[in-house]
């Protein structure tokens, strides 16, 4: 039945009237009903009014309190739109792509030592007496329309900081990383029962392909022939495990491939003889390139070996690459994750440690047949992280540089992102002797980032203090030279103002790259408490405490060697024919420097408490090693050995010129 017009109008009245009532205990506004019931009134005596019945509705009879409410709903409404009104869309912010490039500093390049010798600080503009505010090269601050992430691409990825590295011939110590956390085995021997159960796991799924892909580099021509046992005992272990026998027949096959420049194929097909395999391993021929395709050659094996089938018997395949660098190709890094998920072959990869917020390590290197050794030899160990993340600024004294290379606990980014992404495990499975190393449970809350670079650039932008530590580091990747010296000659010598001018230019050096990298430090200040994760924390608490730490030695030092050079003291103990700096706990150079010294010091020994056995306790005690100022001090430098008599004073003879050889790129 349908209901009348007029009854629906009679109804709706009825029912607001009712809820009127019922909000009738709530507060009134007497002044805006008096002001509401004029206009509501006229509305309702009006032609549309009587027709929709509003006249029936007597306006004393409204409580006040919807009529509060109604005018509220106005008033938000009205900001609401306002606010849409006055406020603009938030403008995109693109992270271009980056491309590494050779870099040099060209302000410098420009600047004669003898020049910046003359000066306290050639690099910067001068500074009021006991100031400490940052002197930056105008060629840093006079640039307000750059874009501050235009600095991400003076990374010099070929050339940071280098450091020395022993040779690398021994699996021990075991760690393994997969997908986003780490996992802890116990030596070699739990490298070879980790890789027995990813195994033996497989085979119960059905027959299994193994791809031994090893690195043919001269760097792991040592390791490559005890790695042929330790592939013996993986089979060994692998029939331990296979009571059920999985692993009969062809069920599990291998295949190797040596690579380098190219890939070799070892064998003419999967075999599935143990001693077979480990005989392919010893014949790898070296690669005397230096070259390493490894993420190429993963792609490359993936995609011939992912659909392998023998007997109309499709196999499981598998890809376990034994390497001691990062490989030359990482540009091919998204293609290999792209077809070894594509081929379903998961990559398990035995390797080194990467190098704490390094690039290039150097390496010794003895050659098998010769028993020649080359010493120094450039090898590409890392970063952990996509970026560099860290300064690359020695230490001041040779005590707080002991040589060490600093394992960062994880695995090289481009490795450990591929083992992660494929579904496998890098196994960091050297622990060379000599490095400083880092593992335990707790690193776990430090771990790098393993997503795409894209990722990384994203979260560059959406988190300010990532975006000023990587910028940071950017700048102190231009070439630096070594810290200044501490021994100077007597005043009296020729030779002191020469010297003095010389390493008080080195000083400024140190002073520019210092600079530069604290602006965006100072810039990410207020975001530091905001930053969610641990270890960029810890990255801006050491960064921030060792360039503070840095500055205030650069103007201690220059302090120094201006009052030296200015009161030209004599020498009071008998013997003494040089000059010496010392450490100090006295900061002379003002109030600021002090403000700071002592900023810098509470820095780092928070880092210290709050990151225990971690690379960034360990760098920040090495700076915290040695007060902050300096001091004079009298040194006796011993006469060299006066001449034998007779004819042991004659040079000796030229050695015979040698070809020269190529250089070795291991």
């Known amino acids: 039945m349908q209901i009348p017009s007029s009854l629906k109008r009679l109804a709706i009245v009825d029912l607001l009237q009712r809820f009127w009532w019922n909000l009738s205990a709530l507060t009134t506004h007497n002044l805006v009903i008096r002001r509401l019931e004029k206009q509501w009134l006229i509305l309702a005596h009006s032609p549309l ?43 995109d912010v693109r992270l271009d792509a980056r491309v590494i490039v050779e870099t040099a500093l060209p302000e410098m390049e420009r600047l004669k030592l003898e020049q910046l010798g003359q000066v306290a600080d050639p690099t910067s503009k001068p500074a009021e007496t006991g100031s400490f505010a940052p002197q930056v090269s105008t060629a840093i601050v006079e640039s307000p329309e750059r874009d501050p992430l235009v600095d991400l691409s003076l990374v010099d ?45 497989r085979l119960k799924s059905g027959p299994t392909l193994i791809i031994w892909l090893f690195d043919a580099s001269m760097s792991l021509s040592v390791e490559r022939d005890q790695m042929a046992i330790q592939v013996e005992n993986v089979y060994k272990h692998v029939a331990q495990l296979d009571s059920d026998g999985l692993s009969s027949g062809d069920a599990l096959l291998g295949m190797v491939i040596g690579f380098g420049q190219r890939q070799m194929e070892m064998l003419e097909q999967p075999v599935s003889s143990p001693q077979e395999i480990s005989s392919a391993i010893r014949q790898v021929k070296l690669d005397s390139t230096g070259i390493e395709n490894t993420f190429q050659s993963v792609g490359l094996a993936s995609q011939k070996y992912g659909r ?13 690459t034994v390497t001691d660098e990062v490989g030359d190709d990482e540009q091919a890094l998204e293609d290999a ?58 230490y001041w004294y040779p005590h707080q540089n002991p040589g060490q290379p600093m394992s960062s606990g994880f695995g090289p980014f481009a490795l450990s992102r591929l083992a992660a992404q494929s579904g496998g495990i890098y196994f960091v499975s050297r622990d060379i002797p000599g490095w400083r190393q880092f593992r335990g449970d707790h690193l776990r809350e430090y771990r790098p980032d393993l997503g795409t670079r894209a990722d990384y650039e994203r979260d560059l932008v959406r988190w300010p203090l990532r975006r000023c530590l990587v910028q940071a580091s950017a700048a102190t990747q231009r070439t630096i030279q070594a810290a200044p010296g501490l021994m100077f000659p007597a005043i009296e010598d020729e030779n002191f103002n020469r010297v003095i001018l010389q390493q008080q ?84 150079s003002g109030d600021k420097a002090k403000a700071a010294s002592k900023e810098a010091w509470g820095l780092l020994q928070k880092v210290v408490t709050d990151h225990p056995g971690t690379p960034w306790a360990d760098l920040a005690s090495r700076e915290l090693s040695a007060p902050l100022g300096f001091k004079w001090v009298e040194f006796i430098i011993p006469p060299p050995p006066k001449p034998l008599p007779g004819n042991n004073n004659r040079p000796p003879p030229r050695p015979p010129k040698m070809p020269v050889k190529p250089p070795i790129k291991l």
């Open 337 to 394: 994750i792209a077809i070894t998920n594509r081929m379903k072959t998961p990559v398990f990869v035995l390797g080194s440690p990467a190098l704490f917020g390094q690039v290039l390590g150097r390496m010794d290197y003895r050659d098998p047949e010769t028993g020649e050794v080359s010493f120094g030899l450039e090898v590409r160990q890392g970063p952990e992280s996509a970026e560099l993340e860290q300064i690359q600024i020695p």
């Open 505 to 588: 230019s080195q000083a400024a050096q140190w002073a520019y790259i210092v600079d530069a990298a604290l602006i965006p430090i100072e810039k990410a200040a207020p975001s530091r408490d905001r930053e969610p994760s641990r270890r960029w924390r810890a990255h801006y608490d050491l960064m921030r405490g060792r360039l503070l730490a840095l500055r205030v030695r650069c103007v201690e030092y220059n302090s120094a060697c201006a009052k030296l050079r200015k009161e030209s003291p004599k020498f009071q103990k008998p013997g003494s024919n040089a000059w010496r700096l010392e450490p100090s706990d006295e900061i002379v």
């Open 308 to 320: 392998f089938e023998r007997a109309k018997q499709k196999y499981q395949v598998m890809i376990v």
């Open 157 to 201: 990825i070929s050339k940071p900081a280098a450091m020395q590295l022993p040779e690398a011939t021994k699996l021990d110590k075991n760690v393994s990383i997969r997908g986003t956390g780490a996992e802890y085995v116990g030596g070699v021997e739990g490298a070879v029962d980790r890789l027995a159960t990813e195994i033996h796991n």
């Open 49 to 91: 009014g009587q027709r929709l019945g509003f006249d029936r509705i007597h306006p004393a009879n409204l409580p006040a309190a919807f009529v509060s409410l109604f005018v509220h709903v106005v008033v938000v409404a009205v900001l609401m739109f306002a606010t849409f009104a006055i406020s603009e869309p938030q403008k």
